[in-house]
């Protein structure tokens, strides 16, 4: 799964360009984007400035909140409104520190953890489509998962579907659209014309390691092989080759980016972004958007438009078996011939133009949103580098990273010193950030016994570019005891028609729990389909162990062992809640034991 840095993103992504740091004058933002924003939004020329500015002091917050918000955090959005940074965090502490370091902080029930397990969990049911299941992924403002319906497409494979996405908690919208993709000197925004297909847009102009010059665009636009790229219609004016090899373009569920090589004799690369009609924009760097953001896209088609990021990392299926992860979703209006053409957050490149609406609304539903792919993936994934017009020397990749060794709740990392400025490495459990270090090494703490990890790590310099991460690096921390993280309560418990019984564990272990964590229940009843069995963890989040449900009645006698994909600190209340759903039955809650 692709999955970026949210807290740290723009500290991150400024390792390819002049990222936002704290360090850093407030940009002046360009005529062309003021007044974009300004006609989005229904705000004077001063309003957008103001708003501009305060998403800037945002974006230089987020590269520099201390690591343990950062480690806490389950999303963060701009508020224009308030015109500040939001955090959301799982605990009290968390969010006195967010607010004492300047943001607005807002206490939830679902960590990262819960967020990303629920995503997958739905990625897992989508599989290959579902009939009119167009869009899904984690919504921070709402701390929930969303799955978009076009309900004019449902069949009852979506009603099965959604049946059981409801059970994981996630919210469901309908619409009545869906997105579709789209599809036209080197300059952002300009036409061009794979082959004698119809054109698309130019993204962003770049340069491999040997100063070779391409550009960056849609994947869509550039999916067959060797293919002539043209400046005309008509198949005049040849630019060069796209894709070539047929390694250099994806459409899939990775990501919608592709190259071409500017081959031909007379072409230059331009930092001058095509604004139709305002004031030229010249790019300056790339950088990640976070929700709430102000954002301007250019195409040959509908030209120089504005909107609000409303979703990033969410995935969209376009049909006939095309799923794309990982997008990031915009109020912007976008039409078709836009495809490819490059997103902008203020002067820094953001994202290649991947699909949207048939045409632009006003107020749009989420099935008439604009969708692009990040443009520092495409950048990553073929080591090219963003014409701009200035340059930074950034932090390279830490190289040679490893384990040093292992305990059943830990795993000790070394690597060797990147090249720059260096003057922090930052961590990373997966896509969360686990800790961050002045020299080359790390101890990682609070993991669960017997389960697998994937660490990489990446440098940072004072003003707060990041590098590359470095390779990922496999472990698997030690078996442990084991019994010594299990936990029992034997109190008996009657169990009473129509009523609730609730059984606690009060767990001091430290760490976060085994995942799956075991659950064993001991239970005398004449009729086991009338019962409900949930397990509440420390947080208050509920686990359904067995559903209640059935014509006849079996008892239930004995132990009943079942496992939970939890991702809870171990420490804390656990209970278990038996629910007696008929009448006429008797029972006893004899025992129960959990574990951790």
């Known amino acids: 799964m692709r999955r970026f840095v949210s807290v740290v993103g723009v500290a991150a992504m400024a390792a390819l360009g002049l990222g936002f740091a704290p360090a850093e004058a407030a940009p002046d933002h360009p005529d062309a ?42 999303g963060q959005w701009f508020d224009a409104a308030a015109g500040k940074l939001t955090i959301a965090v799982t605990s009290q502490a968390a969010a006195d520190e967010a607010r004492a370091a300047g943001a607005a902080a807002r206490v939830v029930a679902r960590s990262q953890a819960d967020l990303d397990r629920t995503d ?3 990625r897992a049911l989508v599989g290959t489509g579902v009939p009119g299941v167009y869009g899904w992924g984690i919504d921070v403002r709402g701390n929930e998962v969303g799955v978009d319906v076009d309900r004019t497409k449902k069949t009852a494979a979506t009603e099965s579907f959604l049946s059981r996405v409801r059970e994981l908690g996630v919210r469901i919208t309908e619409t009545s659209s869906s997105p579709r993709q789209q599809s036209g000197t080197i300059q952002t925004g300009n036409p061009w014309w794979p082959g004698g297909e119809s054109n698309c847009s130019v993204g962003f102009p770049v340069t491999d390691s ?25 198949q005049q004016n040849r630019i060069g080759t796209s894709n070539v090899g047929g390694t250099h ?10 190259v071409v090589a500017v081959t031909e004799a007379g072409w230059t690369l331009s930092a001058s972004v095509n604004t139709w009609g305002q004031p030229a924009i010249t790019l300056t760097g790339a950088a990640e958007v976070m929700v709430g953001d102000r954002v301007c896209h250019s195409g040959n088609t509908s030209h120089w438009q504005c909107g609000e990021v409303k979703y990033t990392h969410k995935s969209v299926d376009y049909g006939g078996g095309l799923v794309i992860d990982d997008l990031t979703w915009t109020t912007a209006c976008s039409l078709g011939g836009d495809s490819g053409g490059g997103w902008l957050l203020g002067s820094k490149a953001t994202g290649l133009h991947d699909g949207g609406p048939s045409k632009c609304v006003d107020n749009p539903s989420d099935g008439d949103l604009s969708l692009f792919q990040p443009v520092v993936e495409a950048l990553d994934k073929w080591q090219l580098s963003l014409v701009t017009s200035g340059g930074t020397t950034l932090p390279g990749a830490p190289a040679n990273p490893r384990v040093t060794g292992t305990t059943a709740t830990s795993v000790s990392l070394a690597w060797d010193a990147s090249t720059g400025d260096v003057t922090a490495y930052d961590v990373y459990n997966g896509s969360t ?23 990489t790590v990446k440098a940072r310099d004072a003003a707060g570019n990041a590098s590359p991460a470095s390779a990922a690096v496999p472990a698997r921390t030690q078996a442990g005891d084991g019994g010594g993280r299990t936990l029992t309560n034997d109190t008996d418990y009657a169990i009473r028609d129509y009523q609730q019984v609730f059984s606690p564990i009060t767990s001091t272990l430290t760490g976060q729990v085994a995942t799956p964590l075991s659950v064993a229940v001991t239970i005398r009843h004449t009729c086991a389909e009338d019962l409900g069995v949930t397990l509440l963890d420390p ?14 009645c079996t008892a239930w006698t004995g132990a009943r062992t079942f496992t939970v994909p939890a991702a809870s600190p171990a420490g804390g209340r656990w209970q278990l809640r038996v629910t007696d759903y008929g009448p006429g039955d008797t029972g006893t809650l004899d025992t129960w034991s959990l574990t951790l």
Do not use: I
Request: hydrophobic share 40%.
């Open 249 to 258: 373009s994806v459409n899939a569920r990775e990501g919608d980016m592709g």
């Open 210 to 234: 040997s100063g070779a010059k391409h550009f960056l665009t849609a994947g869509h636009c550039t999916n067959d092989r060797d293919q002539a790229a043209y400046g005309a219609s008509g």
């Open 33 to 74: 984007e003021v007044a974009g924003v300004a006609a989005a939004f229904g705000l004077t020329a001063d309003q957008a400035r103001t708003q501009l500015a305060a998403q800037d002091r945002a974006h230089r917050l987020a590269a520099t909140l201390p690591a343990p918000v950062r480690a806490q955090a389950a």
């Open 539 to 552: 947080k208050g989040k509920a686990y359904a162990l067995k559903y209640s449900g059935g014509s006849t």
């Open 433 to 455: 950030l686990a800790t961050s270090v002045a020299g080359t090494s790390a101890t990682v703490t609070g993991l669960s016994p017997d389960t697998a990890y994937t660490f």
């Open 120 to 122: 997958a969990a739905v």
